[in-house]
């Protein structure tokens, strides 16, 4: 099995996907997130900024309703959510990803579905992270009945992965061809 260092480097030696179908698998992995009862019944949505590689779930805010909207904001060590009104609310923060401005913070109770990135996931939801533990600390800080779901192209799907005692399993891993597993 491989270690988590080295399914990192994995999938990061893939070759960068073309913008268009970057663009076209994202549409499809947000189209498949929105017929899921875990969004429709979902009333406060943590989302997250994509880097190059990831899935842009912001197609989803075409499907906001009435939901809250929050995102990550790393704080130190840890992420703290914060709601936000539209997505020219989110700016260049911690290792050049956008984040609100800490201005209207999140009511971690209020929080139904937390949508989260990853360099790889299990079909069974053992997710890989960047590295650093920010996801596992979040995670581990929500009340266990919000909804945890992985975000990934199908590419990054491994079969195993190595688990620690920090790891948090996501509840559902859902890629451009709907959800995995």
């Known amino acids: 099995m491989a270690t988590k ?26 189209a498949a997130i929105v017929a899921l009862p875990a969004w429709t019944q979902a009333r406060c949505v943590a989302l997250f900024a994509p880097l190059g590689g990831e899935p842009d779930v912001e197609g989803l805010w075409a499907h906001r309703g009435e939901r809250e909207m929050v995102y990550p904001r790393v704080e130190g060590e840890y992420i703290s959510l914060y709601a936000v009104e539209s997505l020219h609310e ?34 069974q939801g053992a997710r890989c992270g960047r590295g650093k533990g920010y996801y596992d600390r979040l995670l581990a800080s929500l009340p266990p009945a919000v909804m945890k779901m992985g975000v990934c192209f199908e590419r990054q799907i491994v079969e195993e992965m190595p688990l620690e005692a920090h790891d948090i399993l996501m509840d559902l891993v859902v890629t451009e061809n709907g959800v995995a597993g």
């Not at 480097?9 to 076209?24: K, S």
């Not at 290792?95 to 079909?123: C, K, N, Q």
């Open 90 to 123: 989110l700016v260049p923060g911690a290792f050049g990803i956008r984040e609100p401005v800490p201005r209207h913070p999140a009511f971690m109770l209020s929080v139904d579905l937390v949508v989260i990135p990853g360099v790889a996931f299990t079909r």
């Open 5 to 30: 260092r080295e399914l990192r480097q994995a999938i990061r030696a893939l070759p960068p996907l073309p913008p268009d179908q970057r663009g076209d698998m994202s549409a499809r992995l947000c």
